[in-house]
Structure formats: C-alpha cells, structure tokens
C-alpha cells in the first residue's frame, strides 16, 4: 500500500495538479479580453508590472489592504492558517529527506519545533474560519456543503501530519491518512476553488494592472481610455 500510495499514485496525482493548474493558467490567460485588457497591458507594460507588484504584495501582508484591516479576526485567522497551510508542506524536514533520498535534491527545510507550532496554528485558525461560518449570519447564507467539503480537504493533511509526527494513535494508520488526503488536496486543487492557489497572483495581477493603468493609474499621462 505505502509503495503504491508513494509510487505510481503520487506520479499521477502530481501530473493531474501540475497538468490541471497549467491549463487553468493558459484558460485564464486566453479569456483576457483584446479591448478591454490586452491593448492596455501590452501598452503600458511598466505601469502594468508595478500596479500588479503592488496589488500582489500589499493582499500577502498581514493587515496590507483596506480590506484586511477591517475584519481583524478573520485576517489573523486567515495568515494563521494560510502561513502554514504553504510554509509546512513545502518546507517540512520529513518532505525535504524525501526529496533529497528520491531526486538528490537539496532543500531547505524549517526547524521541526516551528514547523509544529505553524501546523498547530493553522489547525486553530481553519478552527476559527469554520467557526465564522456558522456564526456571522451573513457568511452562514452564502456557505454551501461545497465550502465545508473544501475546509474539511484542506485541513485533512494538516491534522493527520500532525497526528502521525506526534506519535498520537497508531503512527502507520496516521501517516497514510496523511499521504492519502494530501494526494486528495492536490488533486482537488485545480478543479476547485482551491485553484486560487494560482488564481490568487492571476486575478490580483489583472486587478493592479487595471489600477495602474487604466483606472487612474495614468491620470494625466496621455491615457487615452
Ligand atoms: C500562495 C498560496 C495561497 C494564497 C495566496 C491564498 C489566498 C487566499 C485568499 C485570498 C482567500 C480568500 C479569503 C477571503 O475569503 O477573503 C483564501 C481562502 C482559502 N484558502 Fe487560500 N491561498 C493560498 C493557498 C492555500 C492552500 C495551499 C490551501 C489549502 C491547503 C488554501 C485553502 C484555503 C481555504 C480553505 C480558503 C477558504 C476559507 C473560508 O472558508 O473562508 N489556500 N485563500
């Protein structure tokens, strides 16, 4: 089972994510409009650059945006999870063994302990999101089965990760659990909402580029639109 879920499953899942993501990226690309985006971009492509840079930078900072600032308690429960939703998988010691041992690659890799205190704290903070989405009425209206299948995906290989290090229950158990609802997540990932993994920097990207050059960004210097 371990051979399988780590061989020729773990090949598969990762041509399904990397292969699904690639062809939403290209979508996306091809569905910019010629008039209405295009002719602007490619016009001012600097203006372009730095209004994405900014819009970019400013939404991955805690409390960056406007928007941020306003919900307090959503925004710490957002970067508590989101920090270790991406810093852990990427940077575990036990991913990076993989790595090296299968690829010879050398990768970084986050002292255990800290490693353990971002799991646990994404684990509390997906905790919090949930709980926001029973008790503000006005996200309760607009949550689905859809959005809590989603958190359950994405919490699953963090909860069973943290499990199997911990040595709770039965380590075998725990680390296919973990292995298996990760495979899930990334598979998930480019047929869902979770797609915003790429779709985040796309559609952020094309928002700056708007301001910076088409809605006020070029305020007076010679903007024809
Ligand atoms: C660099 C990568 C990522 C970026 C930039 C990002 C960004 C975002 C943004 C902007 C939202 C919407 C927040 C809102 O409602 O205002 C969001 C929500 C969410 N993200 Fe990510 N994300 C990333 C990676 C991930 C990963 C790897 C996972 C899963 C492990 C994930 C799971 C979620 C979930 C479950 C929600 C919905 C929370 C809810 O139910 O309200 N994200 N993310």
Known sequence: MYDFITGPLLWVVFAVFLGG???????????????????????FPADGAKGAARS???????FGTHSWRTKP???????????????????LAGHAVL?????????????????????ALALVSIVGIALRRISLPEVRIVTTWYDWLL????????????IAVMHWGD????LLA????????????????????????????QIGMDYGIKRG?????????
């Open 151 to 162: 958190l359950v995906i994405a919490a699953a290989p963090l909860f069973s990760g943290f």
């Open 56 to 62: 970019i930078l400013f939404w991955l900072l805690p």
């Open 99 to 119: 790595l090296k041992q299968r690829f010879g690659l050398p990768w970084p890799s986050l002292p255990q302990g800290l490693a353990d205190v971002l799991t």
């Open 217 to 225: 960004g070029r305020k007076g210097r010679n903007m024809p639109w």
């Open 21 to 43: 993501l690639a062809y939403r990226v290209v979508w996306y690309v091809k569905g910019l409009s010629q008039p209405l985006d295009r002719v602007a971009y490619s016009s």
């Open 171 to 174: 380590y075998q158990f725990w």
């Open 73 to 91: 308690g959503f925004t710490a429960a957002f970067f508590g999870f989101h920090i270790g939703a991406v810093l852990v998988p990427l940077f």
């Open 178 to 205: 973990h292995i298996l609802t990760a495979e899930l997540l990334l598979v998930a990932i480019p047929f869902t909402k979770l797609y915003h993994v790429v779709g985040f920097f796309l559609s952020r990207a």
